[in-house]
């Protein structure tokens, strides 16, 4: 089973290396939507077993440049999970409150807890790509940001949650083709943000910007993948197939534990029945 690209820990990446075309030659749309649904009753499985095993929680990343598809994945990949152990956090431009923190203050509020799957849409790397590329802050403060976002996600690994980033990898030509297909819909225009035209500008500041993040941020605890993404269906399924493969990876602790709540809670059922005197 082909996967999302993962990034080794301690690589360099340089983004025209990776085809945003690519696709697992072994399938088509058709054969890809059948591949997905079975994976996403799947990962429904896996989410239950999360929630009831009150250990591990998943928090999965996803940036990528606009129209890369953060929202359509969303939409495909989690369509079977149970929204009562399922949050989306999206993140937006920092409120004047949220400015007056740090920049992962706003970020750590929103993990997920034991047994939750939270998903971010867009995330605390915002703070070292829009941030450095328009310098809303000087380089002197977002350059010492990977460091720090290494530390926090290490911590976050440490408290059991499991975490995958995707990056969403998408052509100028592409992003270019999906602007222009929105604006021609009346049903998708809302979608659009005259800034995202203005932001194209920036294009090569933003993959250098995403190059550095990859780089310098993928680690064994909080691997990246780079997901090719111009074609809709082959991005669902690999970043489908990727959740899965880890997830499956846990199953066993999972039931374990899961087990084990139910044994305790066991014994104290036998406590309270056990005849007085
Ligand atoms: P959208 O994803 O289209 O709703 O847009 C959200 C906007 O918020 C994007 O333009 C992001 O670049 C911007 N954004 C998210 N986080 C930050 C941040 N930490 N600082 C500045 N802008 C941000
Ligand atoms: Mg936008």
Same mark, same amino acid.
Request: charged share 30%; aromatic share 10%; hydrophobic share 40%.
């Given at each position: ?36 649904? @079975? ?9 239950? &077993? ?12 996803? /940036?990528?440049? +606009? ?20 949050? @989306? ?67 976050? %690994? ?12 998408? #052509? ?20 659009? #943000?005259?800034? +995202? ?36 269906? #082959?991005?669902?399924?690999? @970043? %489908?197939?990727?959740?899965? +493969?880890?997830?499956? /990876? ?5 039931? +374990?534990? &899961? ?13 309270? /029945?056990?005849?007085?005197?």
């Amino acid at each position: 089973m082909e996967l999302a690209w993962k990034v080794e820990a301690g690589s360099k990446v340089k983004l025209r290396d990776y085809d945003p075309n690519y696709v697992d030659k072994h399938t088509d749309p058709t054969s890809a939507r059948a591949e997905l649904e @079975v994976l996403c009753a799947e990962l429904g499985e896996l989410q239950e &077993l999360l929630a009831a095993a009150q250990y591990h929680s998943l928090l999965v990343v996803l /940036q990528g440049m +606009d129209t890369s598809g953060k929202d359509g994945t969303i939409r495909h990949v989690f369509a079977q999970v149970n929204p009562q152990g399922c949050e @989306v956090r999206s993140f937006k431009a920092p409120t004047n409150r949220e400015q007056a923190h740090d920049f992962l203050w706003r970020i750590h509020r929103g993990t997920p807890g034991r047994g939750i799957i939270t998903i971010f849409n867009r995330s605390h790397y915002e703070d070292v790509l829009v941030v450095r590329v328009h310098n809303l802050v000087p380089e002197k403060v977002w350059s010492r940001r990977y460091v720090a976002i290494n530390n926090f996600e290490r911590l976050l %690994a440490q408290n059991g949650m499991i975490i995958l980033k995707f990056y969403l990898h998408i #052509s100028n030509e592409e992003q270019e083709k999906r602007l222009l297909a929105r604006q021609k819909d009346k049903t998708k225009a809302w979608k659009l #943000s005259a800034a +995202d035209w203005a932001e194209r500008k920036y294009w090569g500041a933003y993959q250098e910007a995403y190059e550095d993040a990859l780089s310098r941020c993928s680690t064994d605890e909080a691997p990246w993948y780079i997901v090719p993404a111009n074609k809709k269906w #082959s991005r669902d399924l690999l @970043v %489908a197939r990727t959740l899965v +493969d880890t997830l499956r /990876q846990y199953k066993d602790q999972l039931l +374990d534990k &899961l087990v084990l709540r139910g044994e305790q809670e066991l014994a104290r059922i036998e406590q309270i /029945q056990k005849p007085a005197g």
